[in-house]
Structure formats: structure tokens, C-alpha cells
């Protein structure tokens, strides 16, 4: 995942040669994203149809929907593979879809963001899949100006005779900060996604959050998506989380969260602070459980902290964790897995939250992982070398069912 899951990676090779009058030179060549230009009617001209399958090679969103996996290419398109049998997922098709980080489905009807558009899908024939409408101009923190053109980046490899590696360049950041994602409820006709998700759908409405914006969707009718209004909520927002009639969103600073029982114009109730790190969080009816992870991105620290929500109005700190690198994680009743990003994938009985650590069921440390779902067949574990799954039947014991390997694995840094 050489966009989703590197901060700040290089790849060194220095090549050294003497001159005739013994001079070194040294030649540095390393991987930076680096700023791309588009205009938005050019992406809006493209035709988008249903290609055959293809195989992964740098995934980042998973989502689940009745018996399919839903796998997210950044900037890319999405995969779709039927999942009927956990053990054995079948590639069926790709969705070419430029600029897309995250999705959501809303009975058979799958929405994605086009850069700055938000896209609806008819996929009641999936292999047929058929674009219904277009909401132009809603993701607007992409744009650079307004004549229409938008800015992304693209990985790069340059070279340069500068150890500093100056010049206008950027670093690759922290993917938390550009595709980080979401566990939403599996109620009424949606699907779910994992604990990293900026889309989810609760009440008859998508909500997406970017870095600073929660931007609410009236999905009601759901072929008919409508764009309702966007409300600040200030910087570094990373994550959002539906619980009932309540939204939880991650921060890097903290927790918010906010009553959406108006779905349409959801409205704050409390902020959990913290120390600013990588925030994702899950829910259940009494805690929510955050991981809080160091990183380029986030310069925090690694913890699981789980915080009392009885009090809405107040929420507190119960008991915090120390962790080696947590990312994403999920509940299953009292069970809690994380993803442990290079270390591994922990799995805890947390049903006394007052000695998780104690009670740690196993640690697979040959998993990488970043981001999971655990889901009605399997848990669904996603890391930089592909898509696994898990019977987790019995939580103390994980079986693993099957892998999916990416074509272009990378390392965690």
C-alpha cells in the first residue's frame, strides 16, 4: 500500500564514483507524493463501466455488503468479489473510479467519491453495475481554485544529488491523514466497514467527513442521494463511527461526538481530548474504544483508551493501554481485535474493561494488519500484503480461511 500505509518512506541507493581528480558524487533517489493537477470537467467526461477483475495492488478501504466484498484501490476504483464462501472469494469485477478513498452501500445501491463528486451506483445486476447520479462539487477541500481545477497527489520516485532532499517536493504522508475509515452499523439495508472509514449511512443519511467538514447526504431514497449541507468541525478529523442515533468521529486531537436523532442536522454533544495521535474508534453501549497511534502524521502516543460514554455530555477516560502501534480495530460482543499494523493482529476479551491487558486471547504476530471487519462469516483483516480472513467461531482462536495477496506489497515505517 505504498500510498495507504508509508509515512515518510525512501528508498536509498547511493551511487558513488571517483573522477580523475578523486571527486565523490552521490545520487539519492526516493519516494514523495507530489502534486497533480486536474480539471474536474475532464473527470467528469470519462465514461465509467464495469471492467473485468483485476488483481489487488494497493488496497485500502474494505466493505462488506450481503455476500461481497468491497475492496477500494486508492485513487483508483474499487474491486468487487463475491464472498459467499470466506475461504474461497472470487474476483468478479473492477469499478474504474479516479480519486476514490472511500464507499458505502445502501441496499443495492453503492455511493463513492469521484475526487470532488459523489457517485451512486445501481449494482443490483453486479455485472452489470450502472452509474444513477452524479452530486457535483460537494467534496470541496480538493479543490485548489475555482476555475475548477483540483489537486492530488501522486507517488513518485525522484532523484536528486541533495541529501536533504529539499526542493518543492512533499513527503509521503501518514495515510491517516488521506484515506484513514469506518465500522458502521449493519442495520436496516447498509453494509459495513472497518473501524477506518470516512463514509457511513445511519438513518436514512450518508455522512462523509474529510479533514475538518462533516458533510450529510439525505439517502432516504437511495437511488436519489441528495447533498444537505456541510458543518465544520474543525481540523484533523479523521474517522466516523455510527451508534445508534449517535455519530462518533476520531480525531487526531480527540473524539467527537454528536446526535444525529435530527439526521439531517446532526449537532455536538461532547469532545473527548487527547494527546494528538491517529484516532479511529468503536462503539458499543457503554465505552468507546480508541486507538491512539504514533506516526509522522500524528507524533502521539500508541494506547488504547477506553472511555465511558453513559454521560454522552461527558465522556471519561476509563482506563488507557499502552500498545506497540495500534491502527484499526473492531467489536464483536465482548470481543476486541486490533491491528497492530507491523507487529500483528491482538484479540482481547474485553467484557472487564478494567483489565483488557489481562486478558489478551492471542497475538499474531505474522499479520500485519491496518484495518478490520469483523464481520458475519469472518473477521476480515486487511494489512500491506493483501485481504484475510478469519473463522473466528472461537476468539481465542483464530482460523485463518483465506488470503488474498496484492501484487505490489509494501513495508509499514
Known amino acids: 500500500m505504498k500510498s495507504l500505509y508509508s509515512s515518510a518512506i525512501f528508498l536509498l541507493s547511493v551511487l558513488v564514483f571517483t573522477s580523475c581528480q578523486d571527486e565523490m558524487t ?3 533517489t526516493y519516494r514523495t507524493m507530489m502534486p497533480v493537477y486536474y480539471e474536474m470537467s475532464d473527470i467528469r467526461a470519462r465514461v465509467i463501466t464495469t471492467e473485468p477483475a483485476k488483481p489487488l495492488d494497493n488496497p485500502g478501504k474494505i466493505y462488506i455488503y450481503e455476500d461481497y466484498l468491497f475492496i477500494n484501490e486508492p485513487t483508483k476504483g474499487i474491486h468487487i468479489l463475491n464472498n459467499e464462501n470466506p475461504a474461497n472469494p472470487v474476483n468478479l469485477s473492477f469499478i474504474p473510479i479516479a480519486g ?5 452501500v445502501n441496499g443495492n445501491i453503492l455511493y463513492a467519491d469521484n475526487y470532488v463528486d459523489l457517485l ?3 449494482i443490483s445486476n453486479i455485472s452489470n453495475i450502472q ?8 467534496f470541496t477541500h480538493m479543490y485548489y481554485h475555482q476555475t475548477g481545477e483540483i489537486i492530488t497527489f501522486k507517488d513518485t520516485v525522484l ?4 541529501p536533504n532532499w529539499g526542493g518543492d517536493g512533499f513527503w509521503l504522508m501518514n495515510s491517516s491523514m488521506s484515506f484513514s475509515a469506518n465500522y458502521s452499523a449493519a442495520s436496516q439495508s447498509y453494509g459495513t466497514g472497518g473501524s477506518m472509514a470516512r463514509f457511513t449511512l445511519s438513518n436514512g443519511h450518508l455522512y462523509a467527513v474529510d479533514e475538518s467538514t462533516l458533510r450529510v447526504f439525505d439517502v432516504k431514497t437511495a437511488t436519489d442521494p441528495t447533498f444537505v449541507k456541510p458543518i465544520d468541525l474543525g481540523w484533523g478529523i479523521e474517522t466516523i463511527f455510527p451508534f445508534q442515533d449517535k455519530l462518533f468521529i476520531g480525531s487526531n486531537v480527540g473524539m467527537h461526538i454528536y446526535d444525529a436523532s435530527t439526521p ?4 455536538r454533544m461532547a469532545v473527548y481530548e487527547h494527546v494528538r495521535a491517529c484516532d479511529p474508534v468503536v462503539v458499543n453501549e457503554d465505552y468507546a474504544f480508541v486507538t491512539l497511534r504514533n506516526g509522522t502524521a500524528c507524533n502521539g502516543v500508541d494506547e488504547l483508551h477506553v472511555i465511558d460514554i453513559n454521560d454522552l455530555y461527558n465522556p471519561t477516560l476509563k482506563k488507557s493501554y499502552p500498545m506497540l502501534n495500534p491502527h484499526g480495530l473492531g467489536l464483536a460482543g465482548n470481543f476486541l481485535y486490533i491491528a497492530e499494523g507491523a507487529h500483528g493482529l491482538k484479540s482481547f476479551n474485553a467484557s472487564d474493561v478494567m483489565n483488557i491487558d489481562q486478558n489478551q486471547l492471542e497475538f499474531l504476530t505474522d499479520q500485519s494488519s491496518v484495518d478490520l471487519i469483523p464481520g458475519p462469516k469472518s473477521l476480515i483483516v486487511i494489512g500491506p500484503d493483501g485481504v484475510c480472513q478469519f473463522d473466528y467461531s472461537n476468539p481465542a482462536r483464530l482460523k485463518k480461511l483465506s488470503c488474498i495477496q496484492v501484487t505490489n506489497p509494501t513495508k509499514f515505517y
Open 26 to 28: 552521490s545520487t539519492y
Open 159 to 162: 532523484t536528486s544529488e541533495n
Open 131 to 138: 452509474l444513477i447520479k452524479r452530486i457535483e462539487d460537494v
Open 120 to 122: 451512486a451506483f445501481d
Open 264 to 267: 439531517n442536522s446532526p449537532t
Open 100 to 104: 476514490n478513498v472511500d464507499l458505502a
